[in-house]
T-cell receptor, first 115, second 115 residues
């Protein structure tokens, strides 16, 4: 079955620690996105990538980093500079950057908690 | 910047009744696309319905329909014959060619269907 997988489902971070959230898709989509979801704030864009080896900052990129070395993978690292990382993180993809009516396909999410 | 506003944080509806969720947006663009997404308790985001701004006819998907008022920049979602499985968070989203193909989301409306 084609889709987006995110792992782990739950992740715990200690103070000063970097952690990496995995996002993999087998849909052959070009564009991939990372969102942060907090109660009452909807989805806020952290980073997005429209093509391999290229990515752009979203509205809340500070304290996060990404890479896009392969088309199917778009990992997100939450660095120690992110002072309030507790949130639900969603990864998404679209078939092509220019297909504007195309919907985003979402992964099941990762819940990050700070110890 | 594009903004999407959902002014109803919570709503409830009796089973089999009809409910309308509101969404307004602010943009200076003429060509754009609008989406409604559903996030049930499982937190898996699912596309409900989408609309192209240049199409005057309102989109319909089974029990879900939209009332798109371009001049008023309004994009409400009507759910007919509400079912218990419709209980979820609903997010309105906006996408436009000149905003880097990003999706902009509202803060969501939590809908509860009462048996």
């Amino acid at each position: 079955d084609g889709g987006i997988t995110q792992s782990p489902k739950y992740l715990f971070r200690k103070e000063g620690q970097n952690v990496t959230l995995s996002c993999e898709q087998n849909l052959n989509h070009d564009a991939m996105y990372w969102y942060r979801q907090d109660p009452g704030q909807g989805l806020r864009l952290i980073y997005y990538s429209q093509i391999v080896n290229d990515f752009q900052k979203g509205d809340i990129a500070e304290g996060y980093s990404v890479s896009r070395e392969k088309k199917e993978s778009f990992p997100l690292t939450v660095t120690s500079a992110q002072k309030n990382p507790t949130a639900f993180y969603l990864c998404a993809s679209t078939p092509s950057p220019g297909g504007l009516l195309e919907t985003q396909y979402f992964g099941p999410g990762t819940r990050l908690l700070v110890l | 910047a594009q903004t999407v506003t959902q002014s109803q944080p919570e709503m409830s509806v009796q089973e089999a009744e009809t409910v309308t969720l509101s969404c307004t947006y602010d943009t200076s663009e003429n060509n754009y696309y609008l989406f409604w997404y559903k996030q049930p308790p499982s937190r898996q985001m699912i596309l409900v319905i989408r609309q192209e701004a240049y199409k005057q006819q309102n989109a319909t998907e089974n029990r879900f329909s939209v009332n798109f008022q371009k001049a008023a920049k309004s994009f409400s979602l009507k759910i007919s014959d509400s079912q218990l499985g419709d209980t979820a968070m609903y997010f309105c989203a906006f996408r436009a060619p000149l905003t880097g193909n990003q999706f902009y989301f509202g803060t969501g409306t939590s809908l509860t269907v009462i048996p």
